[in-house]
């Protein structure tokens, strides 16, 4: 069974560089066909994908984000991290780790989410 752990450092302060970690166990990020994700929530708002990287390595980022998100590999900790520049208070949110399949739309397991604040 698939389990994935987010952990994070809850206050962020704008314009600093946000690191959240996805902690994966029960399969191998490497493991095809699976892609993982992050998904974030705002207040009062619905999900946001952001972006994915693929078991082979390969990603993709909601075109608003492109140019502050990315995510990183640790393949030996089986653990992936989404980096985001620049936070504002817009960025607080309730963030994701999920695992989706290629060729379907849904993301069939997710983690308890990580709540972030961006305040001074």
């Known amino acids: 069974q698939v389990q994935l752990q987010e952990s994070g450092p809850g206050l962020v302060k704008p314009s600093q560089t946000l690191f959240l970690t996805c902690a994966v166990s029960?399969?191998?990020?490497?493991?095809?066909?699976?892609?993982w994700s992050w998904i974030r929530q705002a207040p009062g708002k619905g999900l946001e994908w952001m972006g994915h990287i693929r078991y082979d390595g390969n990603g993709g980022f909601r075109p608003s984000l492109k140019s502050r998100a990315s995510i990183s590999t640790d393949t030996a900790k089986n653990m992936f991290t989404l980096r985001l520049t620049s936070v504002t208070p817009e960025d607080t949110a309730v963030y994701f780790c999920?695992?989706?399949?290629?060729?379907?739309?849904?993301?069939?397991?997710w983690g308890q989410g990580a709540q972030v604040v961006v305040s001074s």
């Open positions: 029960g399969v191998s990020i490497t493991t095809a066909p699976y892609y």
């Open positions: 999920s695992r989706a399949t290629e060729g379907r739309d849904d993301h069939d397991s």
